[in-house]
Nanobody, 128 residues
């Protein structure tokens, strides 16, 4: 069983930056493909970003491309989401997720189903 704990959320103004962190328990972090998803009140869960288990490949949702950056530090068992130029529509609960189902080091999943483990989430509020 893997536990994922997110941190770094908060209340910011439009245009500000935040960095979210997600620390994983266990010793197999380098084997996990990691993703970030978010959910706003009344809306469906949305894919934000993913990084392959070897960090060779990243993928982003259209709404965050060019503003968010995902990175993975296997030595620290941590995945990060650097968010810049934040907008009110970025408001939501951000969850990190881990997948053990990648076939190759560069494989990416940009949908929720293949992710096996999920964190409880961290709230991000962006005011206009």
């Amino acid at each position: 069983q893997v536990q994922l704990v997110e941190s770094g959320g908060g209340v910011v103004q439009a245009g500000d930056s935040l960095r979210l962190s997600c620390e994983a328990s266990g010793r197999s972090f380098s084997r996990y493909l990691m993703g970030w998803f978010r959910q706003a009140p009344g809306k469906e869960r949305e894919f934000v970003a993913a990084v392959s288990r070897s960090s060779t490949t990243t993928n982003y949702g259209d709404s965050v491309k060019g503003r968010f950056t995902i990175s993975k530090d296997n030595a620290k068992n941590t995945v990060y989401l650097q968010m810049t130029s934040l907008r009110p529509e970025d408001t939501g609960v951000y969850h990190c997720a881990a997948s053990t189902r990648a076939w190759g080091d560069g494989e990416i999943f940009n949908f929720a189903e293949p992710y096996d483990y999920w964190g409880q989430g961290t709230q991000v509020n962006v005011s206009s």
